[in-house]
């Protein structure tokens, strides 16, 4: 049985890593050869893994494999092991893939990089993490990936670390980051505390079973951990900056795998959010209040990557919006994850192709009438567009029209923040199109736009065509919802009005999204950003999302910072200073005593014994 | 009137016990055999066969006593004279491992051209043509090596004696060596007479305390063994005066040799002058065999009137680490820094030595006194003698720079002679991974459990005091810049370099697994009466 060989799907990439990093200037000629093959025996692997998985019965497609004990202390006893179902085997699929369309890609995108080797090192200790999250069978074991592809995310971010800008982005996505993480970490001791193992199994044969108020504070943790990982509000500040990072690495962890973890942390962790309605409510709202504030964000951003980050936001709202609805929603979280993981990396891929041909340059004000010169970046493009518009037969149409559904199932109110959200969605994503690939040009004088090698066209082709027929996934019999059913229950949801009306509202309100883009963007855009109405630099600012967390974290932090080291200086260094000077005083004092002279020795020593016969005497006596 | 009139046949001989005494024999027998060697073998020769003597006798003996420990054989041997107990065999053991190693340190010829550390005839004139002919002829003193079995043979016998008589005797007889030694430094002679000279008058001074001590403890218990003054005390005859005052006298030669506060005042100038190697063997050594002494006397024949004694042993014990540490801060001679630091280590000893008074009497369940003493002494030695083995690499034209200033940038110069030497010194600090920490954790855990916490405070906070000017060391070495004149490290011998080894590997081990020699020490028990 193969399934026991599961870790090597971690060890692979987790060797490579190993040795890219280890191997220094030896690895460099071939170092990107082996960093590109480690995720493609993984995602080979996968393959095989999952066809086997299908051969099963769907109740015999969970298998655990325990690989050692990791360690016991007292009651506590933590075994190192994976687990591959039907939902870890989708991620797993997702990560080793499209892993290795974007290390393929980066094969041409890092070629004049000196440090092109370590580049590939850290990607590939990114996907032995996030193998090692999704596949993990224990809430402490999942927290190990969870660090592992932080530390990777900040190794990637700041990898230009030259550039000041970047080593900042790098700093913010860690600290803001560890917020989140000391959610999983708070939510592990109490699983401990609760049912004594953080072991899925019995955390899930638990949760029914433990008070409603302790089942949701431990959502409520799980939920702090999602927020940081996927970047949503109020965590979600890091994702924007973390553009500074190379374009694969925005397209692999900020787009298509890492920053969905949380999403994967509230699905596997059903069990508790079926016990608890505020925890749930409070995902919905989170993945509400993101998916908006992503697509207003994305509205106003001159800078394509941005623009596409805020975009990356506001999508992952949605899934977490549809794992917070339960089982009506969890099938279509997952679907949309995929489909986004698809479409998503395609545009950020053709984002990179663009700027690769541009000099660089991220400012969509600097480019227009590109789709002549790079045909085939922007036939890609588009259909990434039109997947996440939900356009149909496009990917994005099937999942994003199911969570629009679902969440009006629920709550008419979500579902209409919900359908905003998608007609935004269509305005900034029409807004990038034409500012990027229709229009005049723009161009500065020295920049020749030429279209990409074919080391980077090629995934982004077959990304094109996953974002065209990922759907297939859904319609071809509802597969994935029978897929995923015996993993994270299904319930159909009743939306108010008929399915097909529902989605030709939503088409419509899109449409309307299209138009208004259309009107304001086909007249000439200037190269400066006009200074914009007071919403659009509400928007610019990411909705002062940064100043807030000044206002409200950091300045109070330095104040506080401040008053410490003054205390420091004057209280506890004074005590120390005056009492070195005590000692040495007391030091210069006692050592006169030595004078050197036998006569005075032998003084001190008859003092000394008449001292110690009187007190002898003295205690006997009192 | 009878008694004069035994026939002589009634006299029976006393009955010794050979096998147990055996490996003091060893060593005495050798140092015999050294002084018929000076007298019989060709000068060229002796060096050799001295060293080859006091080796073979050194490991013999302790091979014996090995044997000894693991046979658990525990008994009063030469009529109730020597007792042969566990502490007892274990403390020869760490005497014979360390006087092993001072031997090599002594037999030392190649770092001072081709010259060992002592003065080719003592009695030349310092500076005279008489002495620079000596040096010329390269003449020396082989007589070291015998007066170190006697001295060590001496220790041996002192740790052991369970009659205040042969305590005495043995004190004497390790005493008289040591005073030679001090006094035969090659370079700088003339500091190292003085030395010899303060050691002297003030051991004899000393010596004076101890024996009138003895007088009025025999004058209170009519008996001379530690068994019989403790059978005294139960009985409670006598007059308390008497024994109280023969207690502290007894108390005031006993705290010499450890260099207790306020009898500590030849340490400094005796490490300082004696050659180094002298005073490395003496700093381990001598500590040694004294507290084991002073344990055995305190806690076989006087522990009955602990109650009396414990509160002076307080003070001394507070006085001891507070004055040790705090006077080495502004040292600015490493030897005598180190003689300092020896100083502090006494008072942590008497820590634990006092902390629990109530030795034997089975009430506590952690670490006896008797064990955290042993064992700390342990710590101790090993590194001790290490860093006097380094101190002698270092040196300029006059010979050993031991000007704190010299060893400014050592770091640079000879990074692994400086990262030893640092090595040693975090030991002597405490710091966790080496010997001394165990050592310090076994002493203050068993004042703790003793109740004496106050003295448990005390002891933390002379160990910070302490580590500031260890430390203070460490940065010096490698935190600044190197002068142009910087001292030479000299290349040691192949007895220097095992030297040096062999205190850097005991330490290593004793501090990653100590858990051997705990035990070790732990199935050493107590003493016997």
């Known amino acids: 049985m193969s399934h026991e060989l599961t870790w090597l799907l971690v060890a692979v990439p987790a060797l490579s890593a190993a040795i890219l990093l280890l191997g220094g200037k030896a690895t460099n000629a071939w170092g990107h050869l082996l960093g590109t093959l480690a995720p493609v025996i993984s995602f080979a692997f996968g393959v095989v893994l999952f066809f086997q998985m299908r051969g099963r019965a769907s109740e015999e497609r969970s298998e655990t494999v325990r690989l050692f004990e990791w360690f016991s202390v007292g009651q506590i006893k933590v075994d190192f092991t994976l687990l591959i179902d039907p939902l870890s085997i989708l991620f797993v699929l997702l990560i080793t893939g499209v892993g290795s369309l974007i290390h393929i890609y980066s094969i041409g995108y890092m070629e004049h990089d000196p440090r092109r080797r370590r580049f590939f090192g850290y990607l590939n200790l990114f996907i032995a993490s996030m193998l090692l999250l999704v596949l993990a069978a224990d809430y402490l074991l999942v927290f190990v990936g969870w660090e592992g592809v932080g530390l990777a995310s900040y190794l990637l971010i700041g990898f230009w670390q030259h550039k000041n800008s970047a080593a900042v982005a790098a700093k913010k996505a860690f600290v803001v980051n560890r917020v989140g993480d000391i959610g999983l970490s708070l939510a592990v001791m109490s699983m401990w505390a609760l049912f004594g193992s953080s072991a899925f199994t019995t955390v899930n044969a638990g949760a029914e079973h433990v008070s409603k108020t302790w089942a949701t504070l431990l959502g409520l943790m799980l939920l702090l951990a999602a927020c940081g990982k996927s970047a949503q509000v109020p965590l979600q500040s890091w994702l924007l900056d973390a553009m500074e990072g190379p374009t694969p690495v925005s397209a692999l962890i900020h787009a298509a795998t890492m920053v969905t973890a949380g999403v994967y942390l509230v699905v596997r962790s059903h069990a508790i959010y079926e016990v608890t309605d505020a925890a749930s409510t409070a995902v919905v709202i989170v993945g509400t209040v993101t998916a908006l504030a992503g697509a207003i964000i994305g509205c106003a951003k001159d800078d394509i990557k941005k623009a596409l980050a805020g975009s990356t936001m506001s999508q992952i709202g949605y899934m977490m919006l549809a794992a917070g609805l339960g089982p009506a929603g969890y099938v279509f979280a997952i679907f949309h994850l995929l489909t986004h993981g698809f479409f998503k990396a395609n545009m950020f891929l053709g984002a990179g192709s663009v700027m690769h041909g541009m000099n660089d340059d991220v400012n969509m004000r600097h480019y227009g009438a590109l789709r002549t010169s790079m045909k085939v970046t922007f036939a890609t493009f588009a259909f990434g567009y039109l997947a996440i518009l939900g356009i149909p037969p496009f990917a994005g149409f099937f999942s994003k029209d199911k969570i629009i559904e679902a969440a009006f199932a629920d709550n008419t109110v979500i579902g209409l923040c919900a359908l905003l959200g998608a007609g935004i969605t269509a305005f900034y994503m029409t807004r990038v199109m034409l500012m990027t690939f229709f229009g005049k040009k723009r161009w500065a004088e020295d920049v020749h736009p030429h279209e990409s090698p074919a080391v980077m066209t090629w995934p982004l082709i077959i990304l094109a065509a996953l974002s065209l027929g990922g759907g297939a996934l859904y319609f071809a019999g509802h597969w994935i919802v029978d897929w995923l059913e015996p993993i994270v229950g299904h319930e159909e949801e009743h939306p108010p009005v008929s399915a097909l009306v529902m989605t030709l509202i939503t088409l419509a309100v899109v449409a309307v999204g299209i138009v208004i883009a259309v009107l304001k963007y086909r007249r000439d855009i200037p190269r400066e950003a006009p200074a914009g109405s007071p919403v659009t630099v509400f928007a610019r600012r990411d909705l002062y999302g940064d100043a807030l967390n000044e206002a409200v974290l950091m300045r109070p932090g330095q104040y506080l910072t401040r008053t410490l080291v003054w205390l420091d200086n004057r209280g506890v260094d004074g005590l120390v200073n005056g009492l070195a000077a005590l000692f040495g005083g007391l030091s210069g004092r006692l050592r006169r005593f030595q004078t050197g002279f036998v006569r005075s020795y032998a003084l001190s020593m008859v003092f000394g014994a008449a001292f110690v016969v009187v007190a002898l005497l003295a205690v006997r006596l009192s | ?529």
């Open chain 2, 1 to 529: 009137m009878s008694a004069m009139l035994l026939p002589v046949a009634d006299f029976t001989a006393p009955k010794i016990e050979y096998n147990e005494l055996a490996p003091l024999l060893v060593v005495f027998g050798a140092a015999c055999v050294g002084v018929l060697v000076e007298a019989f073998l060709p000068r060229p020769l002796r060096h050799l066969v001295q060293l080859a003597i006091t080796v073979v006798a050194v490991v013999v003996s302790g091979v014996l006593t090995g044997i000894l420990m693991n046979d658990k054989k525990e008994l009063l041997a030469a009529q109730g004279a020597i007792s042969v107990d566990g502490p007892a065999l274990f403390t020869w053991l760490i005497l014979l491992a360390l006087s092993l190693i001072s031997v090599l340190l002594f037999a030392e010829r190649s770092i001072d051209g081709g010259l060992s550390a002592f003065a080719g005839q003592a009695a030349a004139v310092p500076g005279s043509d008489a002495e620079r002919e000596g040096t010329a002829a390269r003449v020396e003193h082989t007589e070291i090596f015998p007066l170190t079995l006697f001295a060590v043979g001496g220790m041996m016998l002192f740790a052991a004696s369970n009659d205040l008589l042969v305590l005495f005797v043995a004190l004497e007889v390790f005493s008289l060596p040591l005073y030679l030694l001090c006094g035969l430094a090659r370079r700088r002679r003339l500091i190292s007479q003085e030395a010899a000279m303060k050691y002297f008058l003030l051991g004899a001074f000393s010596s004076a305390f101890l024996l009138f001590g003895i007088a009025l403890l025999y004058g209170y218990a009519g008996t001379m063994s530690l068994g019989g003054i403790a059978d005294a005390l139960s009985s409670d005859t006598g007059s308390d005066t008497i024994l109280l005052a023969g207690t502290g006298l007894l108390g005031v030669g006993l705290l010499f040799k450890v260099g207790g506060v306020p009898f500590h005042s030849w340490t400094p100038d005796v490490y300082q002058g004696a050659p180094t190697p002298v005073t490395g063997f003496m700093a381990a050594c001598t500590k040694i065999a004294a507290f084991v002494g002073l344990m055995r006397v305190f806690y076989v024949a006087l522990g009955g009137s602990r109650w009396d004694w414990a509160p002076m042993m307080w003070i001394i014990a507070i006085l001891t680490m507070v004055v040790g540490s705090i006077v080495a801060i502004t040292q600015t001679d490493v030897k005598r820094m180190l003689a300092y630091s020896s100083i502090a280590h006494a008072g942590f000893l008497l820590t634990a030595f006092v902390g629990l008074a109530q030795a034997g009497s089975g009430v506590h369940t952690g670490i006896t006194s008797t064990q955290a003493v042993l064992f700390y002494l342990v710590s101790y030695g090993f590194p001790t003698i290490g860093a006097f083995a380094v101190v002698t690499l270092v040196r300029d034209a006059g010979g050993e720079a031991t000007h704190l200033s010299r060893w400014a940038g050592l770091g640079k110069k000879s990074p692994l002679l400086a990262g030893i030497f640092a090595f040693f010194l975090l030991s002597f600090a405490g710091i966790p991974l080496t010997a001394g920490f165990t050592g310090k954790w076994a002493v203050f855990s068993a004042a703790w459990t003793g109740g004496a916490w106050p003295l448990v405070v005390v002891a933390v906070l002379s160990s910070l005091v302490a580590a500031f000017f260890y430390v203070r060391v460490i940065v010096l070495m490698f935190f600044s810049d190197l002068p142009a004149d910087a001292p030479d490290v000299a290349l040691p011998g192949w007895q220097t370099t095992s030297a040096v080894a062999l205190g850097l590997a005991a330490t290593v081990v004793l501090g990653l697994v100590p858990g051997p020699v705990l035990d070790l020490a732990a199935r050493a028990g107590e003493f016997i009466r």
